[in-house]
């Protein structure tokens, strides 16, 4: 019988070619986001999504036409020693070498009385960037899918109070050079779970202590909201990840061209393509 890691990167190329590879290799191709000579840190949190993306990458990068290098980066934010070990013998079960560095976010973050999850991945993503650059790397790979995408853009506009989405590539405003890349940005929630379970991979949910005491917060409740939506408007999800790729400029009242950056009124321009 096939050992776990031949039986998921199997399952990948057949099983779920259509559903998962397929996807992930459209958004690498479709958004550019890997160049030749590329050094990219896989970053791996020992949740479904970063392990999968992690055997989805290996597998471009054996066979891919592209050369680029690879180096699959996990941070312990303050783990119980259960569930460090548990980590562990997933990625060797799946073949996944870790390059493993300690962090106390864990602790730094029980401080944090509001927004606790939005302060920990600011955190995480710091140390991404800075151990990714030690690794010499010029790019970090994170696991945010389809889902995060269109949440995050309903996110911003119920609680932010601006239209804005989860982009597919990033350049670093604090570490020079650096990059991020989401190369799962095209596929479904739904199927990662799917062959997580199919495949019996033993995968951490959230291991935060803050937010175990917590209900979910507003993500949960913007993901049940997209949900009870889809009873009554069956495309909304699409509907909603279309339209951060059809925005309309002259028929909005402002917009920036970056974070913290000048505001463009529509006032500014009013009138100008008449006549």
């Known amino acids: 019988m096939d050992n776990l890691k031949d039986q998921v990167e199997r399952g990948i190329t057949t099983a779920y070619r259509k559903t998962i590879w397929r996807y992930f290799v459209c958004a690498v191709k479709e958004y550019q986001l890997i160049q030749p000579g590329d050094r990219v840190a896989v970053c791996v949190s020992g949740g479904k999504d970063s392990f999968l993306l992690a055997k989805c990458m290996q597998l471009l990068h ?18 119980s020693p259960e569930k460090r070990r548990t980590m562990e013998e997933t990625a060797e079960a799946l073949g996944v070498p870790l390059h493993f560095f300690e962090t106390d976010i864990f602790e730094s973050i029980e401080a944090a009385k509001n927004s606790p999850c939005h302060v920990c991945a600011s955190m995480r993503r710091g140390h991404l960037y800075k151990q990714a650059q030690l690794l010499g790397c010029n790019k970090i790979a994170l696991g945010h899918h389809y889902d995060d995408v269109i949440e995050t853009t309903m996110l911003s506009l119920l609680y932010g109070g601006e239209f804005k989405t989860m982009m597919p590539k990033l350049h670093s405003r604090n570490f020079e050079g650096m990059e991020l890349i989401r190369p799962f940005y095209l596929v479904r929630e ?27 917060g507003k993500r949960k409740q913007v993901k049940q909201l997209i949900k009870d939506m889809k009873k009554t408007i069956p495309l909304v999800e699409s509907s909603i990840f279309s339209s951060a790729q059809k925005v309309s400029l002259g028929a909005v009242l402002g917009w920036r061209m970056r974070d913290e950056g000048p505001f463009t009124s529509f006032l500014d321009v009013y009138g100008q393509d008449e006549g």
Do not use: N, W, Y
């Open 190 to 216: 739904e199927q990662v779970k799917s062959f997580v379970a199919r495949f019996g991979i033993p995968v951490m949910t959230c291991a935060c202590r803050v937010t175990k005491l917590e209900d979910g």
């Open 62 to 79: 054996r066979h891919s036409m592209v050369p680029f290098e690879l180096h699959f980066l996990s941070m312990d934010p303050g783990f």
